[in-house]
């Protein structure tokens, strides 16, 4: 996972509404400090915009590049990129930014 401070330059560009996430993280322990087995992990239903595509002609994409955004748990196709692993997903199944 990449720092505030560290940019990320994917040689991907996202087409018309689509978008590409890095992923947050999962959990490593739980609010108790109990650990979670690998087996255990939720998907994140979170991560940050690494790149956008243009927007469809008459709806321009309202995320930017480095905004963190909540979505579906399902949400998107995953890919590897240079061993890092992204989801490309339409703005749509985007819940929020925050």
Do not use: C, H, W
């Amino acid at each position: 996972m990449t720092t505030a401070t560290e940019s990320v330059t994917v040689n991907v560009r996202p087409l018309a509404d689509r978008v590409l996430v890095e992923p947050a993280p999962a959990e490593e322990k739980t609010a108790f400090g109990i650990i979670i087995p690998d087996t255990a992990k939720e998907k994140p239903q979170r991560g940050t915009v690494v790149a956008i595509g243009t927007g469809k002609k008459d709806e321009p994409l309202t995320v930017k590049v480095g905004d963190t955004v909540l979505y579906g748990k399902y949400a998107g196709t995953e890919i590897t990129v240079e061993g890092r692993e992204y989801l490309i997903m339409r703005e749509s199944d985007i819940f929020a930014i925050i």
